[in-house]
């Protein structure tokens, strides 16, 4: 992969920021934070492509568990896609040799935050691990003709309800809205021990995958 020119998209600075530590210096590869959602990320995928055309994308960051076998930290990528060229099985083979596991995604809307909601995109949808960015960023790619590739780790596992309903406490363009945040709290101090338990679980995550990545574009 050094000869290549490689752009990671992560929405947000915490699924990045190990990475960036890992990354410096290596020549050829790109990150950017796209944001939350959809709209968030084609807005920012499509305006660094504006500027530069790299030979790979890398979808990347925090995915929640559909799948009850995997647990957080696991890396999961997406096999095949159909701009994926098999020119890149090298690539496919590094992600295998660094443990991450195929998988199957689904983009979504909303964040799952129940364990039944996870349970019901399982049956709907038969996916392993559920995001909100991939599916924008693979439709850039694909009409530009640039090979693109999900890479994500479980950061919240399929049993496992999150603290709060952090879509109630986003703001319109999907950004979590800090007053909405410490509100919340206040009327539920108890969630306080969870959601440190929460972000010690997304930052051992974010290690994680910035441990495959490292490995992948050596």
Same mark, same amino acid.
């Given at each position: 992969? !050094?000869?290549?020119?490689?752009? %990671?998209c ?9 990475f +960036?530590?890992?990354a $410096?210096?290596?020549p050829g590869?790109f990150?950017?934070l796209?944001?939350?959602g ?11 492509? !504006?500027?530069?055309s ?7 960051g925090?995915?929640?568990?559909l799948?009850p ?5 696991a890396v999961?990528f997406e096999?095949?896609?159909p701009q994926?060229?098999? $020119? ?6 590094k992600?295998? $040799?660094?443990?991450?596991?195929p998988?199957k995604?689904?983009? $979504?809307?909303?964040?799952?935050i129940?364990?039944?909601?996870k349970? /019901? ?5 038969g ?5 909100m960015?991939?599916? !924008?960023? +693979?439709a ?7 090979p ?5 780790v479980?950061?919240d596992?399929a ?6 309903d952090?879509?109630a406490?986003?703001?319109?363009d999907q950004?979590l ?7 919340a %709290?206040a009327?539920s ?5 969870r959601?440190?338990?929460? /972000? ?9 995958? !910035?441990?495959?990545l ?5």
């Amino acid at each position: 992969m !050094a000869a290549s020119t490689v752009l %990671i998209c992560f929405a947000l600075k915490e699924e990045a920021a190990p990475f +960036h530590l890992v990354a $410096a210096g290596k020549p050829g590869v790109f990150t950017i934070l796209v944001g939350i959602g959809r709209q968030n990320a084609e807005r920012s995928v499509c305006r660094f492509l !504006a500027a530069c055309s790299p030979t790979l994308v890398l979808t990347c960051g925090f995915a929640g568990g559909l799948n009850p076998d995997l647990k957080v930290g696991a890396v999961v990528f997406e096999p095949a896609t159909p701009q994926l060229p098999s $020119a890149n099985s090298q690539l496919l083979a590094k992600l295998l $040799a660094a443990g991450a596991k195929p998988a199957k995604f689904y983009c $979504a809307d909303r964040i799952a935050i129940t364990s039944a909601e996870k349970q /019901q995109l399982r049956r709907e949808t038969g996916a392993d691990a559920v995001e909100m960015e991939s599916a !924008a960023i +693979h439709a850039v790619c694909r009409e530009r003709g640039l090979p693109c590739l999900t890479v994500r780790v479980i950061s919240d596992p399929a049993n496992e309800d999150l603290p709060l309903d952090f879509n109630a406490l986003a703001n319109p363009d999907q950004s979590l809205n800090f007053r909405k945040l410490a509100g919340a %709290i206040a009327k539920s101090p108890w969630q306080i021990g969870r959601l440190l338990a929460l /972000q010690k679980k997304t930052k051992f995550a974010a290690q994680q995958l !910035a441990s495959v990545l490292a490995q992948i574009i050596e």
